[in-house]
C-alpha cells in the first residue's frame, strides 16, 4: 500500500494513546452515570459487588490464552448491559493494580502473523504493509475455522463492525460537508488499495498451490479483515509506535472520560493495563480509544457516545496559506519548523479553540518580504504567542470566513438536520423505554442514520458558537484599534 493509503486507514485508530487537548467545551455509557449507579461511596472503596453475567466464549478465549502464557487477569469477559461483550472486575480491585499483562508471544503483531502465514515464503519476497499482512494473517485464521491455530480468538471478531467500511455510499453520502466525509472517503480508498497491492501475491500463492482451497482470501474475506483491523487494531507507543492485534484484551469498551489505556512495558515484556482507580467486583472496566470526536470514533467503531458525553467532540476546520501568495514557500518553510503546514486541520471544539488556530490566519494574512521575516514572525506567533496588533483584525476575520464556509458546505439545512435527530433520538428512547433492546435491535441504518446526523449536527452547532465567539472578540479589538487611532 502506499503510504498515504498506509495513513488513512491504520493511522485512524490508536486506541490507547490520548492525543494532545484541544478544546475543551461501543462506550454507551459514562464512567460518572457507573459512579451514580454503584453509589460514590462504594466506589471511592472498592466495597460491594456486581454480580457477574459471565460470558463463556470470552472466558473459554481467556482459559486458553492462560494455557499459553497469559498470566491470570483480575477480569472477567461478561454480557454488559449496553456494551455487548466487554470485561469486568472478576474481584474488588486497588488504584494501581494491574488489571492485565498480555506477553509477547501472546501479541499479534505484523512480524507474528509474518511467522504464521500461509504466504511467508512470498510476503518475505514481495514484503507488503504491516496493515496488509495482519488482514491476510486474519482471512486465513477464520477461513481455516477451528481447524486453525487462533480460533478461540478468531471466533469472538464480529461480523460486522459498523465501521466506515461497511458503509453503502449513500451513507457515506451523509457526511458531506463535513471534513468526516474526506475521512470516510479517504479510509476506503485506502482499503481498495489495500486490496489491489495483495493481487501480485495472491496470484502468486494461487499458481504455487499456496493458496488455502477454502477462499480464505476473497474480496469479501479481506473486506472483513480491514473492518476489524480498523475497529480493533492498538497503536503502542511503547513498541515503538507498533500496531497489532491484542486477543482478549481488545473486548475492553470505550468511555470518553477514562484516563486508563493499554501500552507495551519494556519492563515487563508486555502491554499492560493498571487500574487508574478501584473497582467493586462485577464493574465494568472502561478504557480511552483516544481522544476523538464523536464523529472520528463513528468511521473507526461504527458508534457515537451519547450527545454531550464526549468532552473531546468537535469538529476540525481546514486552514491554509494563500496559493497566491508570493511568500508562500517561506512561509511554509517556517510553519514547518513549528510543527504545522501550508494546509493544516485545526479542532474547534465548544468552549475554546487551539493556540494556533488565531496565529495560524494572522501568519497566513502577513506580508513578508524574506525567509528570514518569515521565520521571525513565526517565533513571535508561535512561540511568544503574541499576534501583531496590525495582524489581529486580519487573523479573527480570516477564521469567521473559514466557520462560515465550512457551515455552507453542508448541503442540507440544520433544522431539517435536526428535526429529524430529534425523531430518531425519541424513537429510540421510546424503544427503550418499552423494554426493547434499544440500540442493539435497532435498524442497522436508521441508528447509523442518526450517528452521523448527530455529528454533523453537533459540528455545526460548534462552528456556528466559534463564528459568534470569534466576531465579539473582532468588535473588541476594532473597538481598542479606534480608541488607540
Known sequence: MASAAVKGLAGTRQRQQVAAPGWAPRHRRCRCRLAAQAGLLDLLRGAGSTEIATDAEGEELKAWLIERGLP???????????????????????????????????????????????????????????????????AEQRAAGSAGGWWPYVRLLPERTGCVLEWSEEEVEWLCGSQLHSDALEIRAAAEASWAEMQAVLAAAKAQGRAPAHGAFGRAQLQWAFAVLLSRLVRLAGLGDQEALLPWADLLNHDCAAASFLDWSATEAAVVL?????????????????????????????????????????????????????????KAAALRQHGL?????????????????VHYTAFSAAVVGSRQEAEQLARRLFE??????????????????????????????????????????DQASAAAASGGAGDGSADA?????????????????????????????????????RRQG
Open 72 to 138: 491470570p487477569p483480575k477480569l472477567a469477559a461478561a454480557a454488559t448491559p449496553g456494551s455487548g461483550r466487554g470485561l469486568v472486575a472478576a474481584q474488588p480491585i486497588g488504584k494501581g493494580e494491574s488489571l492485565l499483562s498480555i506477553p509477547q508471544q501472546l501479541v499479534l503483531t505484523p512480524a507474528a502473523a509474518l511467522e504464521q502465514s500461509c504466504l511467508r515464503p512470498l510476503l518475505e519476497e514481495q514484503p507488503l504493509p504491516a496493515w496488509s499482512v495482519l488482514a491476510l494473517w486474519l
Open 274 to 330: 493498571r487500574a487508574e482507580r478501584r473497582y467493586r467486583a462485577g464493574e465494568q472496566l472502561l478504557i480511552s480509544y483516544g481522544q476523538k470526536t464523536s464523529g472520528e470514533l463513528l468511521l473507526s467503531y461504527g458508534f457515537c457516545p451519547d450527545l454531550g458525553s464526549n468532552p473531546h467532540d468537535g469538529c476540525r476546520l481546514l486552514l491554509e496559506l494563500a496559493p497566491g501568495d508570493a511568500a508562500r514557500n517561506w
Open 341 to 357: 503546514a501550508a494546509s493544516q486541520l485545526f479542532p474547534l471544539r465548544m468552549a475554546a479553540a487551539p493556540f494556533e488556530l
Open 384 to 425: 511568544e504567542g503574541d499576534i501583531p496588533p496590525a495582524l489581529q483584525t486580519a487573523a479573527l476575520e480570516a477564521v469567521v470566513a473559514a466557520c462560515k464556509a465550512a457551515l455552507a458546505a453542508y448541503p442540507r439545512s440544520f433544522d431539517g438536520d435536526r428535526a429529524e435527530l430529534d425523531r430518531l433520538q
Open 445 to 481: 441504518g436508521q441508528q447509523r442514520r442518526r450517528h452521523a446526523l448527530q455529528a454533523v449536527v453537533y459540528e455545526r452547532q460548534v462552528l456556528s458558537r466559534t463564528v459568534f465567539v470569534l466576531q465579539q472578540e473582532l468588535k473588541d479589538v476594532q473597538r481598542l484599534a
